[in-house]
């Protein structure tokens, strides 16, 4: 079973494990595979598809008594566009919390692969790295390059898309002019809202690391409201 | 970071004999949420978490148990404030834990 899961998690896909508690059966759901599960109840199938689309993990009691349901969704995924310092202190941080992470930059004296280890890098434009990257509500997007050539494409891109958080980094004078440029470029002033700008909680740090955190820690607050409105 | 389970399955390959702690219900303010997992070999090394370090001395020591039965057991922390002080446990919460050993 425990190999079975491994796999599905290794290919990146949903899974969730049903275990009777009583007996000690468990059952492996891959929801995105036509499979059927034999014997589980369409009820306890239900209840598992919706706690799924919760990410939460729950006890259901059941005529076979106690059943937990234990949800394994692929990780968030954080996009940061900008293989700069912050994005060094970002990448571990995020991928300590449970992110994957992908870093986009064209520029190769950036994106090196002495700067960034331990991550995958994508030494492309935003526009053909975003076409090979899965932009949907299980997705963070941050800009960092400073470069309005980079930062705007990438925005575009998020902004078109359901991520759950968009991030770019500039002082609110930056910002000024960056929403001045998407506005005039097409975008409307709901949509370039979801921009958070200045990035990140206002916890007064000015080293790389200290913005990485309050990033980070902005991202996971976005994440959890959006969770309670959803659960009501 | 390498994933808990997989660490788990590392674990089973090198030969140690390994069980899986994992909370299926809390009540109250129990720090971790349902889902939350421990595993542990029969040495008694472990790696993750139940709580916030209160109930995993008895977790540990559960997990022999069942090691050596090789039957899951259901596990309760119910603790009162007189006894979360006992246990370290400054929540007050209750958990309930799953105990499986690993095939």
């Given at each position: 079973m425990l190999q079975a899961l491994l796999t599905v998690r290794q290919a990146r896909r949903p899974a969730i494990l049903v275990t009777y508690l009583d007996s000690g059966q468990q059952v492996l759901i891959?929801?995105?595979?036509?499979?059927p599960a034999p014997g589980m109840s369409e009820a306890i199938r239900r209840a598992a598809q919706q706690l799924l689309r919760e990410d939460r993990n729950e006890l259901l009691e059941t005529e076979l008594g106690p059943v937990f349901v234990h949800v394994f969704n692929p990780p968030l995924t954080l996009i940061i566009v900008g293989a700069v310092h912050i994005a060094q202190c970002l990448v571990p941080m995020a991928q300590l919390a449970g992110y994957r992470v992908v870093v986009v930059d064209p520029r190769r004296r950036f994106a090196t692969a002495q700067r960034f280890a331990e991550v995958e890098v994508l030494v492309e434009w935003p526009q053909s790295a975003f076409d090979k990257l899965v932009l949907d509500h299980r997705t963070a997007v941050i800009t960092l390059t400073h470069d309005p050539k980079l930062d705007d494409a990438a925005l575009h891109f998020a902004l078109h898309s359901p991520v759950f958080y968009i991030g770019s980094l500039g002082s609110r004078r930056t910002h000024a002019a960056r929403l001045k440029r998407l506005i005039g470029a097409g975008l409307r002033e709901g949509d370039v809202a979801r921009i958070h700008a200045?990035?990140?909680?206002?916890?007064?740090g000015r080293s790389p690391a200290e913005i990485a955190v309050a990033i980070l820690a902005e991202v996971i607050q976005v994440r959890y409201a959006e969770r309670r409105s959803m659960s009501g | 970071m390498t994933e808990l389970l997989e660490i788990a399955a590392s674990w089973r390959q090198r030969g140690d004999r390994v069980a899986i702690a994992t909370v299926v219900a809390t009540w109250g303010s129990s720090p971790n949420p349902a889902g939350s997992q421990l595993i542990v070999n029969e040495r008694g090394d472990f790696m993750g978490?139940?709580?916030?370090?209160?109930?995993e001395g008895a977790v540990v020591q559960a997990a022999t148990e069942v090691i050596d039965l090789g039957q899951p057991r259901l596990l309760r922390f119910a603790v009162s404030s007189d006894q979360a002080w006992a246990f370290g446990l400054a929540c007050g919460g209750t958990v309930q834990i799953y105990l499986e050993p690993l095939a």
């Open positions: 891959a929801p995105d595979s036509e499979a200045p990035v990140g909680l206002p916890l007064g | 978490s139940v709580s916030g370090g209160c109930v």
